[in-house]
């Protein structure tokens, strides 16, 4: 229908997730009528991300240095917060309430595809654990899969003696109570608190 | 909170239409998380579009040629669809319901933010003109600027002898009577056709 350029870089952009077809023409005419402000820079911001931004080799957040800046820092609490995906991470870093480091999963266990243990990043944590490391936190989704991981973690974590724990369970701030689905409304009122 | 350069990437993409940060959080992560087959692919598509795509000179369309494939078409019928954007042409083309040529407008006239006449791409619209030209369509929005612009090019186009015609209103196909606009219903009233 376009020109095949314009055609390659909708169907790129209409693959990414949350975007489709759609969204995508709406973006790609965005980029072409205002070259110089949109689409210049993001060509040069997505060069320097492709050129500058590894893996942390530690912790297996993304950084442009290795070890990142979290792994690098030594105000950092001695504990260790294990998460699903650098998505997770960040969203604890944005929420300013943690200030231990991080190691990133890379995925979940999943009986129904199959995935395995060897997948995840599981002997670079266990690699990685001394006894300066005070505390381990599973902070992994309320899922079959994410309880599944967690399961199997405190498990391979048992002989290092050092303290697992998990995130609480229960009612999300701001969350309605008839909204809520019946499995949050049981772990919140086995695991209620005096008021 | 993540390096500047993941940082930079994310705040130029969260200002794409339909975009915000948390959409471009997760864009971000996955375009770095598959470089091979997301990244290097984005990148070239948009240096690509960057250095290729130009608009027509006749009638501003987006293409890689100019003058555009459509104007180059001689099987393309001896009539002009005037449209605000290139969005709309591609809506028309998609449909694949006409075969003439196009004029894109680059806007609407806007009483409201003082966006006049000669902001829009009317004198080329004019100077393209010729004996040959046997219908101009106007395929502007429904909305106040799409008819105030829609009723100037009338005034504009009456000394040039050329038919002008306007697309219809209505019912939208598929569209339920009972959520449709007061305005919406009256015109399709008021149009009413024998059964």
Do not use: N
């Given at each position: 229908?376009?020109?095949?350029?314009?055609?390659?870089?909708?169907?790129?952009?209409?693959?990414?997730?949350?975007?489709?077809?759609?969204?995508?023409?709406?973006?790609?005419?965005?980029?072409?009528?205002d070259r110089e402000h949109r689409l210049v820079p993001l060509i040069a911001a997505l060069?320097?991300?492709?050129?500058?931004?590894?893996?942390?080799?530690?912790?297996?957040?993304?950084?442009?240095?290795?070890?990142?800046?979290?792994?690098?820092?030594?105000?950092?609490?001695?504990?260790?917060?294990?998460?699903?995906?650098?998505?997770?991470?960040?969203?604890?870093?944005?929420?300013?309430?943690?200030?231990?480091?991080y190691h990133v999963l890379g995925g979940l266990l999943s009986p129904i595809t199959g995935?395995?243990?060897?997948t995840l990043r599981i002997a670079p944590l266990l690699a990685r654990l001394d006894d300066?490391?005070?505390?381990?936190?599973?902070?992994?989704?309320?899922?079959?899969?994410?309880?599944?991981?967690?399961?199997?973690?405190?498990?391979?974590?048992?002989?290092?003696?050092?303290?697992?724990?998990?995130?609480?369970?229960?009612?999300?701030?701001?969350?309605?109570?008839?909204?809520?689905?019946?499995?949050?409304?049981?772990?919140?009122?086995?695991?209620?608190?005096?008021?």
């Open positions: 229908m376009s020109a095949p350029a314009i055609e390659r870089l909708t169907q790129i952009i209409a693959r990414l997730p949350g975007l489709g077809p759609r969204s995508a023409r709406r973006i790609v005419l965005r980029l072409l009528s060069k320097d991300a492709a050129e500058q931004v590894r893996a942390c080799s530690t912790c297996f957040t993304l950084d442009t240095s290795d070890p990142c800046t979290i792994c690098a820092d030594a105000s950092r609490e001695p504990m260790i917060c294990v998460v699903e995906s650098v998505a997770d991470l960040w969203a604890l870093e944005r929420a300013g309430i943690y200030r231990g480091r995935r395995g243990p060897e300066r490391v005070r505390e381990i936190i599973l902070a992994l989704p309320s899922t079959v899969e994410g309880q599944a991981s967690a399961h199997y973690l405190m498990d391979r974590l048992k002989t290092t003696g050092i303290r697992v724990t998990q995130l609480a369970q229960g009612v999300p701030v701001g969350g309605a109570i008839e909204i809520l689905d019946d499995g949050t409304l049981a772990l919140a009122l086995a695991a209620r608190r005096d008021a």
